[in-house]
């Protein structure tokens, strides 16, 4: 088990803008995955499945019931005549007065609407009661004030206050209406106009408010965003888990589609192969801004903190003096260029074996990695073991030790040595002797040329008369070898 942190340097990370230009590959497929699951399949498959038509076609019918919407073939949609000029469109307030008064009066507060009920009311059953409640809460009229600024109370044949009459116009309004003046009659019917309806205002907006929180609706309202939310997840999350996580565990150096085209890979930060669990656990951190989709709840800001959850990532990426970014990181995980870094290692066994049996850019880097010789220096010039120099610099050097011809002169000089360093000094120069005729080496070894024979002894009559003093014979010296000793050796032995 290698105890490397970081990654080594046959090993470059992929530049900042190769990595995010994979992501947005891989996102850009998400998103178009996504639409076709939540579009097609979604609304056409899983939807009718769990009964969406249904509850729509419910919710319509008490729409249309309530007074406050219309038909339009096989749709439903509120009162609006927008497609008309301001005049004409203006004039279409009776239209909204009619329909407010219908869905508050003779629809919720009437029996023959169970299923709707006056909001918060706890009087009697009683049309008289139920009508100056209306008046009251939503109109802003009762008793005290006959009238508003617009509309007043009702007053039957009698002329008796009756609430169980819509509101009717002030005499001052209808004064208005009725001017010859068309400015005047103009203003006052935009004033009714908004009266009932103006944006989000108005007595029309607040009954089609209080049409959703009726009891009936407001139920097929929540089973029907169920079923929306139900038949949309699978696009969520089915989408992310293929293209972040599913095809990086599959590929057996944590490619997605994205990474397959700019040729990047993914490694452990110690720049060994990254294995199944952790191919696992950087896709699984990559998706995880997409699970904000997966949760049952909507609107415009879950997007703004997915992409700005994406953004973040790739800030950090671009500023991390190591290039990694935030999942990277936690995931313990480098992307890498295929380009630059083609060949990594499940562990430091594999490397080591490859540094071994190749001769390449990569292994000759392993090996000065590791302090291991490199190709330039392992036949003939210097290497190192266990931090000091060698004295043996090729295996031709290696082949003399075990040389029988070289064991007597070997012993005799290391019997001779003063200072080691010295040494390894002296034997450095001679090997780069060798190295000089290192060519001439490795030629065929010619065969040996036979010795001339010895002379014959000279006879008496060769000698001469006076003859010299015969030199004293030394002693046999019963470890010697045979070969002759170095002058300078018989001299420090005597």
Known sequence: MSDRKTLPDYIKPATPGKESGAFIIDFLMVVILALILRLVVGQYVFAPAMGYNEVVSS?????VESGLYVRNGGDVQILSYSGETDIEKYDHYVDYADAVWTYYFDVCAS???????????????????????IYHHFYGIDETVESGELYQIAKNELDQLDYSLAPVLTEE??????????????DIRKSLYQYFFDGNKGLYPEAANDFVRQAPVAKLLKDQSRIVYMSTLPAYVISPLIFLLIIPMISKKG????????????????GYK???????????LLMMPFGLLMLPISGAWVYLVLIGAYLIDLIVLMLNPKKNSIHGMLSFTQVIDDRVSPQTFAD?????????????????????????????TEHGGERYINGRRAVIQSEY?????????????????????????????????????????KAEEEKPVEAPVEAEPAPEEPTEEDIPEEKPEEEPKEPVDPNDDGFLDDPKDKEKEE
């Open 59 to 63: 919710i319509q019918d008490y729409a």
């Open 111 to 133: 029996s023959s609407h169970p299923d709707f009920s006056l909001t918060d009311y706890e009087g009697e059953d009683d049309a008289q009661a139920k009508g100056q409640y």
């Open 173 to 186: 309004t209808k004064a208005k209406l009725d001017s010859e003046e068309p400015g005047v009659a103009l």
């Open 255 to 270: 490619k997605t589609l994205g990474k397959m085209f700019l040729r990047l890979s993914l490694v452990r930060t110690n």
């Open 274 to 284: 990254a294995a199944l669990p952790y191919r696992a656990l950087h896709g699984f």
């Open 348 to 376: 430091e066994e594999e490397e080591k074996e490859y540094a071994a049996s190749h001769d390449d850019e990569t292994a000759r880097a392993i090996k000065s990695e590791n302090g291991h010789p490199s190709e330039a």
């Open 397 to 437: 050097a290696e082949m003399e030790i075990v040389n029988l011809d070289t064991i007597g002169s070997a012993r005799r000089e290391a019997a001779n040595i003063s200072s080691f360093d010295q040494f390894e000094e002296d034997k450095a120069k001679q090997m780069e002797n060798n190295r000089v005729v």
